[in-house]
T-cell receptor, first 118, second 111 residues
Framework: ETGVTQTPRHLVMGMTNKKSLKCEQH?????MYWYKQSAKKPLELMFV???????ENNSVPSRFSPECPNSSHLFLHLHTLQPEDSALYLC?????????????????FGEGSRLTVL | GQQVMQIPQYQHVQEGEDFTTYCNSS?????IQWYKQRPGGHPVFLIQ???SGEVKKQKRLTFQFGEAKKNSSLHITATQTTDVGTYFC???????????WGLGTSLAVNP
């Protein structure tokens, strides 16, 4: 139990489907993140929300659309994905994104959503 | 862009042997974190190092941050099968609070 819950754990979708990944954190954190983990690549930061405001969009294609209705919930809406988008999508949270020389601090990850695009 | 080089990429050891993974950067780092990801699992935070030359220990794990704050290492003494997984470093540099991740070192332990 990490305090960060992701659903679904596994998802298979066609390139024309629309689906959403959900993340919920029970840690009282103010920052939430979406990461993409692919084989033989470093963890790729996709989006960052701090106090519900998007503070980072790491040049992510528009077929990925994040939504953060409150500090505890984060969604990743998916549509017209490509097979190369197949990966493990990890949600994470932290107290906040840091400031005044203080780093981001510890990230708490969810168990991930394994996405396969056919 | 900024990169953190992590070596080795893979390491096989016999149970009881020691293991070390290294992270190197060409730029000065503000801090560095270490995470462990078990096979099929998610990254779990191990530690954060902030000070130049800092050394921290957690049971059989020893973490070091270089004097120049450009490199770090994780050393495991007398590995056990429970140490199996991929160890990642993630660092922040300057005022950029974006974590830069290494590729990870995958550790296999033969019983």
């Amino acid at each position: 139990e990490t305090g960060v819950t992701q659903t679904p754990r596994h998802l298979v979708m066609g390139m024309t489907n629309k689906k959403s990944l959900k993340c919920e954190q029970h840690l009282g954190h103010n920052a939430m993140y979406w990461y993409k983990q692919s084989a033989k690549k470093p963890l790729e930061l996709m989006f960052v929300y701090n106090f519900k405001e998007q503070t980072e969009n790491n040049s992510v294609p528009s077929r990925f659309s994040p939504e953060c209705p409150n500090s505890s919930h984060l969604f990743l809406h998916l549509h017209t994905l490509q097979p190369e988008d197949s990966a493990l999508y990890l949600c994470a949270s932290s107290q906040d994104t840091g400031g005044s020389g203080r780093g981001t601090g510890e990230l708490f990850f969810g168990e991930g959503s394994r996405l396969t695009v056919l | 862009g900024q990169q953190v080089m992590q070596i080795p990429q893979y390491q096989h050891v016999q149970e009881g042997e020691d293991f070390t993974t290294y992270c190197n950067s060409s730029t000065t780092l503000s801090n560095i974190q270490w995470y462990k990801q078990r096979p099929g699992g998610h990254p779990v935070f191990l530690i954060q190092l902030v000070k130049s030359g800092e050394v921290k220990k957690q049971k059989r794990l020893t973490f070091q941050f270089g004097e120049a704050k450009k490199n770090s290492s994780l050393h495991i003494t007398a590995t056990q099968t429970t140490d199996v997984g991929t160890y990642f470093c993630a660092a922040e540099a300057g005022n950029n609070r974006k974590l830069i991740w290494g590729l990870g070192t995958s550790l296999a332990v033969n019983p």
